[in-house]
């Protein structure tokens, strides 16, 4: 007969209990914030503090120097500046300016709409796309800037002409770039739903694309800024007023240098203003509220 197996008992383990443990040998759990870190936190705070570390570099630098002539002191320049502004020359040439740049901007913005609706429509108008931007993308637009002066002669079109190419590529590969990165998942539940075409393009593409074409609306805004800058500098006056470019071009000339400092001061102003009045609260309503962006 075969043994029957013994039975095997688990180990007996000794009852326990723990008791709980009084909180106030804890410590303090939610530590109240310090004035600094208060301070700190606030991200405009922090930011006028660098401009002012920055301007007090400059006029340390600047003092000692005592050469007006190369490098104003700051409070050089924003007298100048103040007395610009105070006699409407800075406020006239800056208006100027803002408005080549938008007429550029707007219509850079729509043929770009146009070349990647086609571009993700068919397979023509994708390869059309890669070519134009392979070519022209490297190419600078102040580049085309004399034959701009040929075909279109002194005026505001010479200077929309080399805007819309400053505007247009940039704009066209970053846009095309994020429609390629949406993902099949929300391709195929666009096709689901019905949509073709110009919805489809609308309600999927460009929503889940939004980040890369908001990223290329700000480039291509920094490139046609820089561009028209640029282009007064060398072109001079527009239509009988000169721009922010041509202001700063005077008065070297003039060797008012502390007034050519006050108009970069104005291209600077101007370029800040755009990034946090437009582009930043577009961006806080749309893909930092849709989770897209951290």
């Given amino acids: 007969m075969p043994e029957k197996p013994q039975k095997i008992t688990p180990p007996l383990r000794p009852e ?9 040998d804890l410590g303090q759990i939610r530590r109240p914030l310090s004035k600094w870190e208060k ?4 991200t405009l705070l922090r930011r006028v503090l660098i401009l002012v570390l920055l301007v007090s570099v400059w006029q340390a630098y600047a003092v000692p120097l005592k050469n007006p002539l190369m490098f104003p002191t700051f409070t050089n320049t924003a007298y100048a500046f103040y007395d610009a502004v105070l006699n409407g020359s800075l406020l006239l040439k800056a208006w100027v300016s803002i408005k080549v740049l938008l007429m550029g901007y707007a219509a850079g913005v729509i043929i770009s709409m146009i070349l990647t609706t086609l571009a993700v429509a068919t397979r023509l108008g994708n390869d059309l796309l890669v070519t134009l931007t392979s070519m022209f993308n490297p190419l600078p637009a102040i580049a085309l800037l004399p034959l701009a002066l040929l075909w279109f002669g002194l005026g505001n079109g010479s200077m929309v002409f080399v805007l819309i190419h400053a505007v247009l590529w940039p704009l066209s590969l970053a846009t095309h770039s994020g429609f390629l990165s949406v993902s099949n998942t929300m391709r195929m539940a666009g096709r689901n739903y019905g949509l073709t075409g110009i919805r489809y393009v609308g309600n999927i593409l460009i929503m889940a694309a939004f980040p890369s074409i908001l990223s290329g609306l700000k480039i291509s805004w920094a490139f046609a800024w820089r561009t028209l800058i640029a282009a007064e500098l060398v072109f001079g006056v527009s239509s009988g007023s000169g721009g922010l470019g ?5 008065n070297k000339n003039e060797l008012e ?17 755009v990034e946090n009045l437009i582009f930043r609260p577009i961006e806080n309503a749309t893909v930092r509220k849709w989770g897209m962006q951290n």
Avoid at 16 to 22: I, Q, S, V, Y
Avoid at 246 to 250: A, H, K, L, P, S
């Fill in 16 to 24: 326990f209990e723990r008791g709980l443990l009084d909180t106030a």
């Fill in 39 to 42: 301070i700190t936190n606030i």
């Fill in 246 to 250: 041509w202001f700063i071009y005077e």
């Fill in 257 to 273: 240098i502390a007034y050519v400092f006050a108009g970069l001061g104005a291209v600077i102003i101007i370029g800040l203003g």
